[in-house]
C-alpha cells in the first residue's frame, strides 16, 4: 500500500516540481532509505517523506502565502521576509491532509528547513538526507569537499552530521548578512548538549 501512496505522490511531484528539483527529490528518497536502514528506521515511510519534502518549494510566494493563510499556518517574523522557509510548513500540511502522513512524517517534513530542537531519527534522517543527496554538488571545492566528508560522516554518526550541516550553513548564512531562524540555533544548541554534555 505504502509503495502505491509513494507511486502516486512520485507521480505527482514530477508533474509539478521542475526536472532539476524533482531529481533532488529522488536523490532525498534514495539518501533517506539508506540512511533509514543504517538507522533502523522505517525504509517506506522515510522514502515517502524524501519523494515529498519540497512538494511545495516552486508555488510563487503569493502562493505560499495564501496557502498559510488559508490553512491557518503560522507564519513567524523571519518567515514573514524569507517566505521560502515556509515550504516545509505546507508541503508538511499537504501530507498530513492528502496522503495522511504521520504526525512523526509531517514533523520530518516540516523541520527540514531550518531543523528544529524536537527533531526525531525520521526527521534528522530527512534534514541530512536533503543536504547530502548524490545530486548535489558545488563549483568551491572547499564546499565539495566538505559534502563529501558529510556524507561520510553521515553514516557514522547522525547528530554530528546535524551539527556540521547547520554550522555549515550558519556560517553561509552569516557571510551573506542574511536572517538566522532561531529554530536553527535551537537544534544546534539541543544537539551540542546531547552529543558533549
Ligand atoms: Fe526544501
Ligand atoms: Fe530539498
Given amino acids: ?71 491557518s499556518l503560522p507564519v513567524d517574523s523571519i518567515e514573514k521576509v524569507n517566505v521560502g522557509l515556509l515550504h516545509g510548513k505546507i508541503a508538511a500540511d499537504i501530507c498530513k491532509k492528502k496522503y495522511n502522513f504521520t504526525e512523526s512524517m509531517c514533523k520530518a517534513i516540516e523541520y527540514h528547513t531550518t531543523g528544529n530542537e524536537n527533531m526525531d531519527l525520521l526527521a534528522k534522517i530527512i534534514f541530512v538526507a536533503d543536504k547530502i543527496e548524490e545530486n548535489r554538488s558545488y563549483k568551491s571545492l572547499e564546499r565539495q569537499q566538505e559534502l563529501e566528508e558529510m556524507r561520510k560522516m553521515a553514516l557514522e554518526n547522525l547528530d554530528k552530521t546535524v551539527l556540521y550541516l547547520i554550522d555549515s550553513s550558519l556560517t553561509y548564512t552569516i557571510q551573506k548578512k542574511e536572517l538566522i531562524h532561531p529554530d536553527s540555533i535551537s537544534t544546534r544548541n539541543e544537539i551540542i548538549i546531547e552529543l558533549f554534555t
Fill in 1 to 71: 500500500m505504502e509503495k502505491e501512496l509513494e507511486n502516486k505522490i512520485n507521480q505527482e511531484v514530477k508533474a509539478i516540481l521542475s526536472e532539476k528539483r524533482y531529481m533532488h527529490s529522488l536523490g532525498v528518497m534514495k539518501k533517506a532509505e539508506e540512511l533509514a536502514k543504517k538507522y533502523g528506521v522505517d525504509v517506506a515511510k522515510a522514502r515517502l517523506v524524501g519523494i515529498a519534502h519540497d512538494m511545495a518549494k516552486e508555488m510563487s510566494k503569493e502562493e505560499k502565502l495564501e496557502y498559510a493563510e488559508k490553512n
